[in-house]
């Protein structure tokens, strides 16, 4: 089992960067990492993945070229680097990780989550 913790977020302008980051309690390289958002009134969506070794990556098509997903394995750590924000990004973003691999996996397989961090993007 992993528990996992997120830090980062909070409320900036239209075109400014954020970076998110997880850690997570056990070792982490024994997992692909995800991270996910939620919209208000809408479902948890995939942002992006990242194998267990980093040698591979995945984004959803509304955030290519503009978030990188990261891991450092020996710091049990990952990030999600947002650059070029839009309002359309604004959501709560989630952590998590899985035992399965599966870089499109849906948030049903998995299984440990961060506690969800707020992102607000203003005009």
């Known amino acids: 089992q992993v528990q996992l913790v997120q830090s980062g977020g909070g409320s900036v302008q239209a075109g400014a960067s954020l970076r998110l980051s997880c850690v997570a309690s056990g070792r982490l390289s024994t997992y692909q990492v995800g991270w996910f958002r939620q919209g208000q009134g809408k479902e948890r969506e995939l942002v992006a993945s990242i194998s267990r070794s980093s040698d591979a990556t995945d984004y959803a098509d509304f955030v290519k070229d503009r978030f990188i997903i990261s891991r450092d394995n020996a710091k049990n750590l990952m990030y999600l680097q947002m650059n070029s924000l839009k309002p359309e990004d604004t959501a709560v973003y989630y952590c998590?990780?899985?035992?399965?691999?599966?870089?499109?996996?849906?948030?049903?397989?998995?299984?440990?989550w961060g506690q969800g961090t707020q992102v607000r993007v203003s005009n």
């Open positions: 998590a990780a899985t035992g399965v691999y599966g870089l499109k996996l849906s948030k049903d397989f998995y299984a440990y």
